[in-house]
């Protein structure tokens, strides 16, 4: 299939940002042409609009034709079915026979559409077309190969370039010679006063190099106030500009303040691209103003009208007459036009355009070669380099700013790829030539300092700054918000590990999801607007689309103006809080391309005031870069486990923000625990009675305490009735011997019951006292988290007050932190070893609800605790006979009920954990003041 593709179109899928209808796009307009997709499909799919009839015709900038194109209009309502059309797409106008290459007409641009019409300037009709205006036809857009032929064409231009005005920069940029500078005069006066010193030392930088400067701007530091002054200077000293970036939303903020600065712009790009603010600026907006304008209006009319006139002619000879005139007409108008364009470009001091606007196949073409002086470059690192090639072909010197530690374009193609592609020019100027090229920014604008400090070490070797401006604000400093704890701290560790919330398994996928943290961001979007922030002012980041989906499906409607995107859509942008969620949580560690560092370096500094970011730290971890940030975040902000969320499921948070169960909670649960107890064992004494039924005025929480107890006890319980209605009774297992088998099955569903009732409410709620050793394990480390944190306060607080204690200090702190790790590693394998069912290939978890066999010491699911289901069938019918003749009890099920770990490993962990804490407690001693302390 590859084969009958154009193989450019395979390679621009490949290289270039393409969404996926896009590529949908590109396969099915070439498919079209070997197989028979119906047209109608085509147009359902909105790629294709059938049977338009011509409008009107006219002849617009750079005398094209432009059609306006209209349904039919008898069929009563004209409007146009729904469809992808938009402004700058490229399209064929083809005849009724289909859309094959033989029957197309013309290609062109969109320039308009509306719902009940689309006008589209024809590219390749220099004669003008002829066409019926009674006739049908069919539209259908095209696969954009502009852009690669644009990219094209300019590394040609340059494989071939020879001489000419930008033979040094050629050579110093390929390596051929070395960079140069100029001397300038010392007393330079900044324009902008504002300026700080490592902008300055930037704009000096810049406007004393030769061919190449390189200006790195890390997050929030003012790039684009440092370009603009550059650029500002550049003209007062008299040079001409071409100014460039990747998307026309980076040109136009470009446009925008170097217009309020008063400099003389011109923007390049099509009209309906730019924003309306800028429109002004543009080329066709200025022509509009211009003193040739109206000559070229008259010139515009004669051709219509003798266009007109054609149609209406009899004669032959008369038709072959006026086709002549108009001819001629066409071609004055574009002498007049040309000149117009370039009167109109050589006043500006400083052009504009995307980087492959600035091709010479548009309003370039001109001007001479040579025209300009400077060409500048702003996001360079997330440019191709063949398309920084269009631009920098024209100048004699180049700026070129960006930061290379954020995100670079895609490249699909890993052949592409190896070979050089995937660095942008600017990390190989800096690879090549170091610090002679380059300065960068380093005081930032944006992020509280302990945002920042993470991105400063990991990526920009230290260097940044906060400035005093936004150093310590937090999201209460915010006008209308509460001061709570979720707006107090500027990072906010969620951590997932142990609480069984893992990645969704979506085998034919690439992207991830993961319904836990949607829950959990959930939560937390909730607690931080109802402190009073504004959802546009928050950003939700994922990594994967799936997730971007899925909180989008959760959180748009409550939320229209809650931000919710992938890391690269966010590139460039900045919100007052930030919300990451990370996604991956597997056994196997794997974390996919989070193992991108600037990836996670754009999600974490588009933070100003607020970082959350939720994740299980016990999967990213494996990934060095992941560890160092949820070390910061552990060491500088606030940590909370997930359990804090789940306690209560999402339906019923207005309790959420109740973390882990009080002691005086637990206390509660506790009577209430020995209350139900107390009332089921009263019911086993009195012989008449079959049943125990409880009030459905019990609480869901009461039920499962109930459920829990009978199970203790090996009774049948049950739950029946809807809603307020509910309620459990109890009863006596039937009783014999031989029927244990039976008693097996039946409670195997018992607690599924249970676990439908608590799906109502939300996830399982955790059992209150049976399996809770994990979340007493991970409760205890979080203490000691936050113990840790308190002590290195405190230490930090003391290490002024002697030289010689400090030192003792040290060592008790690297041997404490020794102690820490093993501790952690323990609970990491006791965690890891019972988060999963045993049963073979059954990944179902058993955090929340599982069971442990006595027989084989493992914890499974509730679908195969059943020891004959697993295998210990054998051992349990004995264990249980054996039972029942010693004891005269019946049990259901095998042997007793034991939902705790198995007592073999507790005791281990418990000697461990006993050692573990007398050997902190000796540390501690050796530090006097600290066991003052305590
Ligand atoms: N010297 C300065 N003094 C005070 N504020 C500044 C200074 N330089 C930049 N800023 C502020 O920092 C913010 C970002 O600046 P700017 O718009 O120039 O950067 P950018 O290029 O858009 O972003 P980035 O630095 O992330 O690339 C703006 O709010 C700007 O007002
Ligand atoms: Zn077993
Ligand atoms: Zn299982």
């Not at 712009?265 to 691209?273: I, S």
């Not at 960006?402 to 592409?416: E, F, M, R, V, W």
């Not at 804090?644 to 509660?668: D, K, M, N």
């Not at 018992?750 to 955790?766: H, K, R, W």
């Amino acid at each position: 299939y590859t084969k009958q593709v154009n193989e450019s179109l395979v390679f621009k899928m490949l290289t270039l940002k393409r969404s996926e209808s896009e590529c949908f796009l590109l396969l099915c307009t070439c498919r079209l042409w070997q197989e028979n997709v119906s047209l109608k499909d085509l147009q359902s799919k909105g790629v294709c609009l059938l049977k338009l009839q011509i409008g009107s015709q006219s002849t617009g900038l750079y005398g094209r034709s432009l059609l306006l194109l209209e349904p039919r209009k008898h069929m009563g309502v004209s409007v146009l079915p729904s469809n992808n059309f938009g402004p700058g797409d490229i399209v064929g106008l083809y005849d009724l026979d289909g859309c094959k290459p033989s029957s197309q007409l013309c290609t062109g641009v969109v320039t308009r559409i509306s719902q009940s019409a689309v006008t589209v300037a024809c590219e390749d009709s220099p004669d003008g077309l002829n066409l019926d205006t009674d006739a049908l036809y069919n539209l259908m857009k095209l696969a954009n190969d502009v852009t690669y032929k644009r990219m094209k064409k300019a590394l040609n231009t340059l494989n071939g370039y020879s001489s000419g005005p930008a033979a040094d920069l050629i050579s110093v940029l390929f390596g051929y010679s070395e960079p140069g500078s100029i001397s300038q005069p010392n007393d330079l006066s900044f324009l902008n006063t504002g300026l700080d010193e490592s902008q300055r030392q930037a704009v000096s930088f810049a406007l004393s190099q030769r061919e190449v400067a390189v200006i790195h701007g890390p997050p929030g530091t003012g790039k684009t106030t440092t370009v603009v002054e550059i650029i500002l200077q550049a003209v007062k000293q008299g040079q001409k500009v071409l100014c460039c970036a990747g998307s026309n939303v980076a040109v136009d903020n470009l446009v925008e303040r170097l217009a309020k600065a008063k400099a003389k712009v011109l923007r390049l790009g099509h009209p309906a691209r730019l924003l309306e603010s800028i429109q002004k600026h543009s080329l066709d907006a200025v022509l509009a103003h211009s003193d040739n304008t109206n000559i070229i209006a008259d010139i515009r009319k004669d051709i219509d009208k003798a266009f007109m006139g054609m149609k209406k002619m009899n004669d032959k000879r008369d038709r072959i007459h006026l086709k002549r005139e108009v001819g001629e007409l066409r071609k004055e108008l574009r002498t007049r036009e040309a000149t117009a364009i370039a009167e109109v470009l050589k006043r500006a001091d400083v052009v504009l355009a995307t980087n492959t606007g600035a091709n010479d196949g548009g309003p370039l073409k001109n001007l001479p070669v040579d025209h300009f002086d400077w060409v500048v470059i702003d996001e360079c690192a997330q440019a191709l380099e063949s398309s920084c090639w269009i631009a920098l072909l024209r100048g004699r010197k180049c700026i070129l700013a960006g930061d290379y530690k954020q995100l670079p374009p895609t490249i699909k193609s890993h052949t592409a790829a190896s070979k050089g592609l995937s660095v942008s020019l600017m990390e190989r100027l800096i690879q090549k030539y170091g610090d002679s090229v380059v300065r960068m920014l380093t005081v930032q604008y944006r992020m509280n300092i302990n945002i920042m400090t993470w991105a400063s070490e990991q990526m920009y070797q230290g260097q940044l700054t906060a400035h005093s401006s936004v150093e310590k604000h937090l999201l209460k400093d915010l006008p209308g918000v509460a001061s709570v704890e979720e707006t107090s701290t500027p990072l906010l560790l969620i951590d997932t590990a142990g609480c069984g919330l893992s990645e969704m398994e979506v085998t034919d996928e690439q992207s991830k999801g993961n319904q836990g943290e949607v829950d959990i961001v959930e939560l937390h979007i909730k607690a931080l607007t109802e402190a009073g922030v504004k959802p546009k002012d928050i950003a939700v980041i994922a990594p994967y689309n799936l997730q971007v989906d899925l909180l989008r499906q959760r959180l748009s409607a409550r939320h229209p103006d809650l931000e919710i995107k992938s890391v690269d859509g966010f590139q460039g942008r900045e919100k007052e809080a930030v919300v990451l969620t990370l996604v991956r949580s597997n056994r196997k560690g794997e974390i996919g391309f989070l193992a991108e560092d600037r990836r996670i370096n754009v999600a974490v500094t588009r933070a100003r005031r607020h970082l959350a970011l939720v994740c299980d730290t016990q999967t990213v971890q494996t990934h060095g870069f992941l560890k160092t940030l949820i070390d910061h975040m552990t060491q500088h902000g606030d940590v909370r486990t997930a359990f804090e969320y789940l306690q209560v499921g999402p339906s019923t948070h207005s309790q959420a923000r109740r973390s882990t169960p009080t002691e005086e909670e637990q206390r509660l649960t506790q009577i209430k625990y020995l209350e139900i107890k107390g009332q089921v064992e009263w019911f086993l004494q009195d012989p008449d009675q079959t049943e125990l039924r409880f009030p459905s005025s019990l609480n869901s929480h009461d039920r499962l305490l109930v459920h829990q107890v009978a199970e203790e006890l090996g009774l049948n319980h049950e739950s029946q009735g809807e809603g307020k209605d509910r309620c459990i009774t109890v009863s006596r297992p039937p009783t014999g011997p031989n029927e244990a088998g039976e008693e097996e099955e039946q409670q195997a569903l018992q607690p599924a019951a249970a676990l439908e009732e608590d799906s109502v409410t939300g996830p399982p709620v955790e059992q209150p006292a049976a399996p809770a050793d994990l979340k007493t394990l991970h409760l205890e480390r979080m203490r000691r988290e936050q113990e840790k944190r308190e002590q290195k306060k405190r230490e930090q607080e003391k290490h002024l007050d002697t030289v010689r204690t400090a030192g003792q200090t040290q060592t008790a702190k690297k041997a404490k932190a020794k102690a820490d790790v093993d501790f952690d590693t323990l609970i990491d394998a006791v965690v890891k070893a019972e988060r999963v069912c045993s049963f073979v290939k059954c990944k179902t978890l058993v955090i929340h609800l599982g069971q442990l066999c006595l027989f084989c010491n493992r914890q499974y699911c509730l679908g195969h605790h059943i020891p004959e289901v697993h295998g210990c069938g054998d051992q349990a019918k004995a264990n249980a006979r054996m039972r029942i003749s010693k004891e005269g009890v019946l049990y259901a099920g095998s042997g007793h009920k034991d939902k705790s770990v198995d007592p073999n490993k507790k005791a281990y962990l418990h000697r461990k954990l006993d050692s573990k804490l007398k050997d902190m407690e000796k540390q501690r001693k050796t530090k006097p003041k600290e066991s003052d302390n305590n």
